[in-house]
Nanobody, 115 residues
Framework: QVQLVESGGGLVQPGGSLRLSCTAS????????MGWYRQAPGQQRDLVAS???????DYADSVKGRFTIAKDYTKNTVYLQMNNLRPEDTAVYYC?????????WGKGTLVTVSS
């Protein structure tokens, strides 16, 4: 079992920045991958960014050049740095962890981009 706790969401103006954090309940060093997904009202949950065990990253086209995913093994934490935020980035952001074949999700953190 893995528990994931997200933090860092909130209200930000267009063009602003936020950093999301996701802390796992156990060592993430051997996890196959971790990632961030988001779900806007009435829409499906989509991948935003992911990072594999060897550090390879993948991003949705809509966030490339603006968002950065990183992990800190010493803190069992994965981060999502979000810059130049746009209103269309508004969504609940969910942390995902894959220690192996299983999938674990956090409860989500709300990001609202509005003036």
């Amino acid at each position: 079992q893995v528990q994931l706790v997200e933090s860092g969401g909130g209200l930000v103006q267009p063009g602003g920045s936020l950093r999301l954090s996701c802390t796992a309940s156990r060592d993430i060093f051997t996890f196959v991958a971790m990632g961030w997904y988001r779900q806007a009202p009435g829409q499906q949950r989509d991948l935003v960014a992911s990072i594999t065990r060897d550090g390879s990253t993948d991003y949705a086209d809509s966030v490339k050049g603006r968002f950065t995913i990183a992990k800190d093994y010493t803190k069992n934490t994965v981060y999502l740095q979000m810059n130049n935020l746009r209103p269309e980035d508004t969504a609940v952001y969910y942390c995902n962890a894959r220690p192996g074949a299983q999938n674990y999700w956090g409860k989500g953190t709300l990001v609202t981009v509005s003036s």
